[in-house]
């Protein structure tokens, strides 16, 4: 029984191991490219940068690849050993379905484990650290956050459109002052302008020049009226906040980024809006995790009952069932603000219909 449990358990972890750095490749570089494609091209984003990012994304990619890859490995190994006739033969000689799969049962929970881990306190780390990369980035090269024909909006209380851009000097620039309801209280238009760091300070100085300034009433910026319209400058500076932004940074910090913990003081404390959406994220934790074992108790029937070895059927069919799963966590995410939806309670659903629905399968398979 070693040699068959060996035999069943390598085959099932190597064609998994192959199948998570495939599925993970696949994800980093499609978030690389969803992230960062813009300053790819329009930024002088360092080479250390990208591969940090790649690091950094790399374990939220493990949370899919390595229950969608355990799932690939369980319907390959086990339509092949079907379509051989190993099954019938492990039969023949007395040895059940469910004796069968006791290495896969050991790899199954092995790596629901390693997925709570990676779902309650790395991934969360990673994304931490992805975002203060990012960060990081555009502070010590500040000339980064300005494209040609963009709004910069990532300052709180500034906005600043950018004509075009050549080296370190910004052109046909349009800056707005806003105060916290985004009511414009100033406009700067200048023909030209560049950045001059002062972190001693912890800010940017935005030079312009030729530039015209309208000037809003402090008491009430909205009153048109008492607009002050065709002020003209030679030169002058626009300070920009590093520390606002930095706040600003953390302010707009995802649900995503809590670890497990951090989570749950969060959802104690109960003190705004978001108590509804960090619930749904701390159970989705949990229930993500589960993903190994629902695919495991799926696959395992289908893999066997499909009779195929071909490897293409065995990703199709892969891939119709982690669709079909993670369209609830997706539906669960989109409802997560509105308590009418029972989030919390959906993001249970895949697991309470993939665990039904693979108990059943698996039952009748070991009565055959």
């Not at 060996?6 to 992230?35: A, D």
């Not at 105060?179 to 940017?204: C, H, M, W």
């Amino acid at each position: 029984m070693k040699i068959l449990d060996r035999y069943v358990g390598k085959n099932v972890f190597v064609t998994m191991l192959i199948g998570v750095v495939v599925l993970s490749v696949v994800l980093v570089l499609g978030n690389l490219l969803k992230e960062l494609l813009d300053r790819l091209i329009n930024q002088n984003v360092p080479v250390e940068i990208v591969f940090a990012f790649m690091a950094f994304v790399l374990p939220f990619s493990l949370t899919f690849s390595i229950p969608w890859g355990l799932l690939t490995a369980i319907l390959l190994v086990f339509g092949r050993m079907s379509a051989d006739n190993e099954l019938i033969a492990l039969r023949s000689s007395g040895v059940s379905v469910p004796r069968i799969c006791v290495p896969v049962i050991a790899i199954t929970l092995a790596m629901t484990g390693l997925c709570f881990w990676i779902n309650a306190d790395v991934a969360p780390r990673a994304e931490q650290r992805m975002a203060q990369s990012l960060f990081e980035a555009a502070t010590n090269n500040p000339i980064s956050l300005f494209s040609a024909d963009e709004v910069v909006d990532q300052f709180p209380d500034r906005r600043v459109y950018v004509g075009s851009k050549k080296g370190n000097t910004l052109y046909n620039l349009t800056i707005v002052e806003i105060d916290r309801d985004s009511t414009p209280l100033k406009v700067i238009y200048a023909k030209r302008g560049e950045l001059v760091p002062d972190l001693k300070n912890q800010r940017l100085l935005l030079k312009f020049y030729d530039a015209r300034l309208e000037q809003r009433d402090s008491d009430d910026p909205r009153d048109i009226y008492r607009i002050q319209h065709g002020i003209v400058m030679q030169q002058g500076s626009f300070p920009i906040s590093l520390d606002a932004l930095y706040r600003e940074n953390l302010r707009g910090r995802r649900l995503e980024s809590y670890t497990l913990p951090e989570l749950y003081d969060f959802i104690q404390k109960g003190a705004n809006g978001d108590s509804l959406a960090a619930r749904v994220e701390f159970n989705k934790r949990f229930s993500a995790s589960l993903a190994c074992l629902a695919f495991a108790l799926v696959a395992v029937p289908l893999g066997i009952t499909t009779h195929r070895k071909e490897t293409s059927v065995g990703f199709a069919l892969s891939l119709a069932i982690a669709f079909a799963y993670y369209i609830f966590i997706i539906i669960a995410n989109t409802f997560r603000n509105n308590a009418n939806a029972f989030p919390e309670v959906l993001i249970w659903a895949p697991n309470v219909i993939f665990l039904a629905l693979g108990t059943v399968l698996f039952y009748r398979l070991s009565r055959r």
